[in-house]
Each structure stands twice: as structure tokens, then as C-alpha cells.
């Protein structure tokens, strides 16, 4: 049985992940690290009186304020909640912040505060650069709709509507499990099932007729510990081993290897 045949066997609804299924969001992520960590070393050094490690006293003191890196990203934020990404990529270069509260001003000097700043960023990053869908995702989402298959966004990011709109995606789904969404009915993110299960439920598609796809380990472990009627791993650099051994069913590189 192909792909495509498999996928249309149980495919009542298409229940997508955001970030890596549907849009590289991470490109955008990764810009929008960079600007606010290059933004705060380069003021911080300034108020050091430096534009490098800091004088013998002040801010600056035994911190590198060199500029934030590409690898950076990967040693220290890649994949960690907000906050713990900021921790621990300052933590690296020796500066000490107060841990503040999630409710801190964006402008405020500390990891909350900071990781706040990146929000903002990112919104900026994506009004003015834009992202641009996986074109085999959108050829599968033009299929599904020509064959009358429900489709519905499950993504753990409080963002996902503007990345869908940027995207010129948000049109196609009517419902959208966020971030947000999650927070206010206090379900539980992935790898628990919660916001998959309530997707289909909003569809009125049972879960066995539900088809979820995922780019995660967490993600197809949802689907796992959901029993949907499909788990479709796309990967995007896990790679296969990974995503089957955590609950995918099938794997692909690009979506539109399900098309007929």
C-alpha cells in the first residue's frame, strides 16, 4: 500500500503541527535570538565601558560580551523553553541576571524580562521578513481540501496564529489549538494527547479517523499516546529511527511524499 493510499485509508481529519510540519518557523526563531542577544551584549558592553570582556569592576566584570553565534543557538536555546534558554545561554558568558517573573516588561533586565524581549523580536522578525510555507506542505493541504478532509493546526507555540497569517495560511483552518488555547482550557502540551484530542473533538472527527502529523519526538508521542488512526513523522532533521521509536507510524522528508 502506498503512502497515499495509507493516508487516505483513515484520513477524516489532518490534525498538522506548526513549526517544521507546515512552516520552518525555526529560521524565524533563530533571527529573532540573535537580534535581541546582539542588541543586549552590545548595550551591556557599552554600559561596561567595553566592547569586549568587561573592566576590572561594573557589569561587565569577567563576562564575554562577545556577539551571540549561530552555534550559540544550538549549544545553549535550541529546544528549551524561553526563559531556560536565556538562563543558560547568559550563564555561558558569565552574566548574572535576576530570574524576574514571567509577567516582567520586555525592557526589564532579567531572563524573564529578556526572554519577553525575544517575543517582541520575533514578532518583528516576522512582520517584516515574513515566512514562507514548505511548498509540499501546502501542495498536501490543496489535495486534502479537493477531497473534502478537515484540517486543524495543534502547535505548542503562543504565536502560531501570526506565523499562520505571515505564512498566508491562516485561512484554511478553522480551528487552531495553540499555545494560548491550551493555557486557558489547561490542557497539558505534548507529549501528552490533550490538544490533538481536542482538535479532532472540534473537527467532530473521531481520533481513529484522525491523521496527526508531527516533526518532534513529543509530537508523534502524542499521537502515540492519543491512539489517532495515523502518526505521520516528517522529518526535518531528527530523523527517522527517532520519530518511528517515539509513535510515528510512517515517516517523510516532505509532505508532499503522501500525495498520489
Not at 546582539?38 to 567595553?50: C, D, F, K, P, Q
Request: net charge negative.
Amino acid at each position: 500500500m502506498s503512502a497515499n493510499e495509507t493516508l487516505m485509508r483513515v484520513c477524516g481529519a489532518a490534525l498538522f503541527d506548526l513549526d517544521g510540519v507546515l512552516t520552518p518557523t525555526a529560521e524565524v526563531h533563530m533571527r529573532a535570538w540573535s537580534r535581541m542577544f546582539n542588541e543586549y551584549l552590545l548595550a551591556r558592553a557599552a554600559a561596561a565601558g567595553s566592547s569586549g570582556a568587561g573592566p576590572s569592576s561594573g557589569p561587565g566584570d569577567a563576562e564575554d560580551l562577545t556577539p551571540y553565534t549561530e552555534a550559540d543557538y544550538f549549544e545553549h536555546v535550541d529546544g528549551k523553553p524561553r526563559y531556560n534558554g536565556v538562563r543558560d545561554f547568559l550563564a555561558s558568558r558569565g552574566v548574572a541576571l535576576p530570574f524576574g517573573d514571567p509577567s516582567d516588561d520586555p525592557g526589564a533586565e532579567t531572563v524573564c524580562g529578556l526572554g519577553n524581549r525575544k517575543n517582541v523580536t520575533f514578532a518583528q522578525v516576522l512582520a517584516t521578513e515574513g515566512v514562507e510555507p514548505y511548498p509540499g506542505s501546502v501542495r498536501l493541504l490543496d489535495y486534502l481540501a479537493t477531497a473534502g478532509v478537515q484540517v486543524a493546526v495543534v502547535s505548542s507555540s503562543r504565536n502560531a496564529d501570526a506565523v499562520l497569517t505571515a505564512a498566508g495560511l491562516r485561512d484554511r483552518f478553522e480551528v487552531v489549538v495553540d499555545g494560548n488555547l491550551a493555557h486557558s482550557l489547561g490542557l497539558p502540551g505534548k507529549p501528552d494527547p490533550d490538544t490533538y484530542t481536542y482538535a479532532a473533538e472540534a473537527l467532530g472527527v473521531p481520533k481513529e479517523r484522525a491523521v496527526v502529523f508531527e516533526d518532534a519526538v513529543s509530537g508523534t508521542a502524542a499521537g502515540r499516546a492519543g491512539h489517532f488512526g495515523l502518526v505521520v513523522g516528517v522529518d526535518r532533521g531528527v530523523g527517522p529511527e527517532a520519530l518511528l521509536a517515539s509513535g510515528a507510524d510512517l515517516v517523510v522528508a516532505d509532505l508532499a511524499e503522501l500525495l498520489p
